[in-house]
């Protein structure tokens, strides 16, 4: 999902690391299993919520963090020669595309937690940013990363909060949304990027690592996703939902008990905000309890709940609420 295509600025194929291919073509293996793993979750096809996981969350973060390092890796790669401003603004235009593709199908999809910036918003924005820093020393560029890690750290402004600005990574409010990659600190893996690639580079030539060539199947099929990193992006998650939703159709899945749809639903409503998985689980059990001993828990079920009902549920489940939450 890189910007720019190394391809595209090679004066001969032989100068293109299909090493960087492969390593592209695995990032993407690991996100198939992350999001295979939290379509089924959505679908509440098993009883793990996975995005308030926090097993599953650093294995979302090491997938997106080395997507954003190849981005560095393979703009230094495309400019060794020089920029070459068409391959390089075309190569923008399909990234930017794509994100806001990606942004309108999930605002269709499920409004409430829609990608407003994702991955590929933070691919398409991140390679602009990141041209300057590509003839700046490698120091300069070493220290330009450490400060981007740092600076949701160090700054905090209530007018960082508003929604508007949460794309830059400041926001210390609850951001609801199914994928999120701001600005900071991730355009630090961009730059971290650049840095290895130019330290790699001198040491790369007439190495055997330069001359690798996929020669097993397998690994000529992961070349070639990593490749075309773009397209297998964009079509793999239609792919998961459509053969997930023929399954279904084909093989229903057992009912879940009440209480347990019930579970799931709060977990899932829970994890999109700042609660981790156990606390969300004691918060939803908690509420639960409370609800059983209020005699309001079938009025819950079937939603039969008068005003008055819904002002004591919502009662309660605040009650919940303060001892879950992380002191």
């Known amino acids: 999902m890189s910007a720019v295509s190394p391809q595209a600025a090679a004066p001969s194929p ?15 293996l690991a996100m198939f299993v992350f999001h295979f793993a939290y379509d089924l979750s959505f679908l509440g096809l098993i009883e793990t919520h996975i995005p308030s996981e926090p097993g599953w969350r650093w294995f979302a973060r090491l997938i997106a963090g080395s ?5 560095g890796i393979s703009l230094v790669l495309a400019t060794r020669n020089g920029l070459n401003r068409s391959a390089f603004l075309k190569r923008l235009a399909m990234v930017a595309g794509a994100a806001a593709l990606v942004t309108i199908a999930t605002y269709v999809a ?4 829609f990608i407003f910036f994702g991955i590929l918003h933070h691919v398409a924005l991140g390679s ?8 700046l020393p490698i120091l300069a560029v070493a220290g330009a990363a450490i400060i981007a890690f740092a600076l949701p750290v160090l700054v905090a402004h209530p007018l960082l909060d508003q929604p508007a600005l949460a794309w830059l990574g400041f926001s210390r409010a ?19 990027g650049i840095v290895l690639a130019r330290l790699a580079l001198p040491r790369l030539s007439g190495s055997r690592l330069a001359a690798w060539r996929p020669a097993s199947l397998p690994a000529r099929i992961v070349a070639w996703g990593g490749r075309h990193s773009l397209l297998v992006y964009l079509v793999h998650q239609p792919v998961f939902i459509g053969a997930l939703m023929l ?17 799931l639903s709060c977990q899932r409503s829970c994890g999109t905000g700042p609660l981790g998985a156990e606390a969300c689980e004691r918060l939803c059990a908690c509420t639960v309890d409370s609800l059983k001993r209020e005699n309001l828990w079938r009025e819950t079920l079937t939603d039969a709940l008068d005003q008055s009902q819904r ?5 309660l489940a605040q009650a919940c609420l303060r001892p879950a939450t992380p002191r």
């Open 110 to 113: 499920m409004p409430g937690s």
């Open 311 to 315: 002002e004591r549920v919502s009662a």
């Open 128 to 135: 602009v940013l990141a041209l300057p820093f590509l003839r």
């Open 14 to 28: 032989r100068l293109r690391l299909e090493v960087v291919d492969l390593a592209r073509g695995l990032a993407l």
């Open 67 to 71: 997507f954003l390092t190849l981005v």
């Open 174 to 192: 609850p951001i609801a949304t199914a994928d999120f990659v701001p600005v900071f600190p991730w355009f630090g893996c961009v730059l971290s």
């Open 247 to 263: 399954a279904l159709q084909l093989n229903p899945a057992q009912p879940v008990s009440p209480e347990r749809g019930f579970m």
